[in-house]
């Protein structure tokens, strides 16, 4: 156990049940289905419905999602949606653009596949009616929600994009202006749609019916989604991908997810020895920061819709893959942040682009021992900046990430799914549940999901320790021109000196940075008691019974 590292608060421990949000409405939310007796699952709908309404930055009914599911075994429901079949690159050339925009109108070009998500995972595992999941939602949305502080600085931040959509400016601002944190922010138009869902089910409810005409109809006429793409729009089923890491079995879902990447730098990991390092030092970020390079190198090749390329998972995950991949990370050297792929798809122009991030993620485990790592988002912040018409959705704006070059691996298609940041995590031993985890995050998430594996299966640390702990971000988020070695404040002036001496482009961030993301994760003890954490980044809490 490594002592150096105290959290600000212990970590949430319980028998029967647990959830952990960004937002403790949710986390409540979620609660309240759990004790009503509601699965895992119906309380990962509940949760997300109230985090639509209390973190619209983050979420929204207008995004995607991604789940991993662990009950007798590991399954997975990428619900992220199409292009729609209007959405060519020619559709965007013809406006002038050299690359898609990446808020307004025209950023909307992708099938929102969220509600759809929800539908899957509920008629299979769901306990509870529809409707009852989406009462706290409803009533926080009509009734109002106190505007965290969170939720405040990225209303400022944005401020100026919001200004350009009436609807947005009249929901989020207060006369032109950020509202401060503690002012109430009602949705009625939100509570409306919510209802009707609630009432009429997710396909009578949005896709099949008179709200996606609404929603079409709402976003404006640079947008090429219409209300066909919607009907013809189905979440699904897929099969997770997965390495073996010190006796466990992490899993993550395939592309169009960027789950391989986080399951290729735990494979990279396995051939180190991670606690010889140490935990907080030079040697462990500047590995941490290699391996990442080397894994975000096959990302940036590979990932796109999987339909639309023959991804060769298996041997990209092989132990004799990584070993040879392994054998490029030097203790004193860097790679070049532009790495070349160890195989690259034939005719393709691997590219790595401004990956986002803004998300949700949330973990539950029921009563009966199954487990929940859902993650779900509308992309940027705000996604798109609009708010379709009278239907209170954000548009997501995950469309913008395809490329407009002919020959690109995630170039625009009708009917493709593009590159996803979104990858849900979890750890099993011999087949049961572990740890149940995932972060927000951008092109952090492969990166704070290994920095809580090490902490939690190499360093020993408890679930909220290893949460709190000061991260690390190789990449290049939030619009920043190029790649760096992002350190939180709280990392020593020594270790960042001599991350530099080995050639690392580092950055400090704040001390408490939430572009590090906002993790959440809920380790299953083997005598059946669980224990959970939430990150101080963000505004939420683990809680159980």
Known sequence: MYDHYRSGRPPTRATRSMITTPHTLASTTGLDVLRDGGSAVDAAIAANAT???????????????????????????????????????????????????????????????????????????????????????????????????DLARWIAIDRDVLREDRLAAATFLRNGH????????????????????????????????????????????????????FREYSAEWVTPLSVEYRGYTAHALPPNTQGLAALQLLGLLEGFDVEEWGDGTVDYYHHLAEAVKVAFADRDAWVTDPDSIDLPAETLL??????????????????????????????????????????????????????????????????????????????QNRGSFFSLEDDHVNR???????????????????????????????????????????????????VQQAIEAPRWLFGRTWGDASRSLSLEGRIPDNVAVGLEKRGQPVAMARKYDDTMGHAAAIWLHEDGSLEGGADPRGDGAAIGY
């Not at 429901?77 to 025209?106: K, L, M, Q, V």
């Not at 609630?198 to 404006?220: N, S, T």
């Not at 009563?367 to 509308?378: E, F, K, T, W, Y």
């Not at 740890?435 to 190499?458: F, K, N, S, W």
């Open 318 to 395: 092989s132990s004799a893959y990584l070993d040879d991949r392994r054998e490029l990370i030097d203790r004193d050297t860097t790679l070049p942040a532009d790495l070349e792929p160890g195989i690259a798809p034939d005719g393709s122009n691997p590219a790595a682009q401004n990956a986002g991030g803004d998300t949700c993620y949330l973990s539950v485990v029921d009563s009966d021992g199954m487990a929940v790592s859902l993650i779900q988002s509308i992309y940027y912040d705000f996604g798109s900046a609009t708010i379709a018409g009278n239907t209170g959705l954000i548009p």
């Open 178 to 229: 950020a509202p401060d944190a503690g002012t109430i922010l009602r949705q009625p138009a939100l509570a409306n749609s919510l209802e009707r869902i609630a009432q009429h089910g997710p396909r009578d409810g949005f896709y099949d019916g008179p709200l996606a005409v609404e929603f079409c109809a709402g976003i404006g006429d640079g947008s090429p989604l219409a209300p066909t793409d």
């Open 51 to 149: 985090l639509c309404v209390a973190y619209p930055h983050m979420a929204g009914l207008g995004g995607d999602g991604f789940w991993l599911l662990a009950d007798d075994e590991v399954s997975a429901i990428n619900a992220s949606g199409p292009a729609a079949e209007a959405a060519t690159r020619a559709y965007y050339r013809d406006r002038e653009h050299d690359s898609i925009p990446e808020r307004g109108s025209e950023s909307v070009l992708t099938v929102p596949g969220a509600v759809d998500g929800w539908r899957l995972a509920h008629e299979r595992h769901g306990s509870l009616s529809w409707h009852r999941l989406f009462e706290d939602a409803i009533a926080h949305a009509r009734d109002g929600v106190p505007v965290t502080a």
């Open 412 to 462: 625009l298609e009708p009917g493709k799914r593009t590159f996803h940041t979104l990858t849900p995590a979890m750890l099993t031993d011999g087949g049961d549940p572990r740890l149940v985890y995932g972060t927000m995050g951008g092109e952090g998430q492969p990166q704070t999901q290994a920095a809580l594996v090490t902490r939690l299966v190499d360093f020993g640390y408890d």
